[in-house]
């Protein structure tokens, strides 16, 4: 199966924002070891979620100037915007967790950035295979079960934060970084459903 032709560059920028997005997600991964400065941490994030706005910004700005596309111009822009919001998640995350100056995080986060991490490589081998939508059937079947293991720890991670632990204040601060860490791997699925449309569509 074959996506109808257009201008390959679009290919080569969702590869882009993947892989930059998969950067984002590497370095929150750091953020979580012992030792780690996360303060030190945040302008690199920032600076690719930058990175990241101007993929998404050139590939709207080649949409909008008429450019030839590969598939829908609909689903161009909600491809793009679907990995920018993932980004956007992921920054906030980290911010987060410097501004309400969380210390130690509940092992469970740890769970959930794993699970955005293996999300962020899934999604990064899927971009080039757009060309073709050649064996992508195995990516969105994947992130749909990363996001239901995600979905059954962020359930647990509620527990134990309301589990009397924490106090009042920790909870709050604790919810609001878990909450939208799940809200990131809720967009790798909801960018894996925007890539099996695609390619259904076909």
């Known amino acids: 199966m074959r996506l109808s032709s257009g201008d390959s560059i679009f290919y080569d920028l969702f590869t882009a924002a993947a892989l930059n997005l998969r950067d984002g997600v590497r370095v929150l991964s750091e953020a979580l070891a012992p030792d780690a400065d996360r303060a030190a941490l945040v302008p690199r994030l920032k600076d690719i979620e930058h990175a990241g706005d101007e993929h998404t910004h050139d590939i709207v700005r080649r949409v909008n100037s ?4 590969p598939f829908h111009r609909d689903d ?8 920018d919001d993932v980004l956007d998640d992921v920054e906030a995350a980290l911010d987060l967790m410097v501004l309400y100056r969380i210390k130690e995080m509940p092992t469970g986060i ?3 950035v794993d699970v955005l991490d293996r999300a962020a490589d899934l999604t990064a081998e899927a971009m080039p ?7 992508l059937t195995k990516y969105w079947i994947e992130i749909n079960r990363l996001e239901n293991e ?5 359930r647990r991670l509620l527990a134990h934060i309301f589990s009397g632990e924490y106090d009042a204040l920790t909870v709050h601060k604790l919810k609001d970084v878990i909450e939208i860490l799940e809200s990131a791997v ?3 699925e909801r960018v894996a459903n925007i890539v099996e449309q695609i390619a259904l569509k076909q």
Do not use: S
Not at 76 to 83: E, F, K, P, S, V
């Open 66 to 69: 008429g450019a030839k596309t």
């Open 76 to 83: 161009i822009y909600r491809l793009a915007g679907g990995i």
């Open 110 to 112: 740890a769970a959930v």
């Open 129 to 135: 295979r757009l060309r073709t939508a050649n064996e």
């Open 150 to 154: 995600a979905d059954q720890t962020y």
């Open 186 to 188: 809720d967009g790798f």
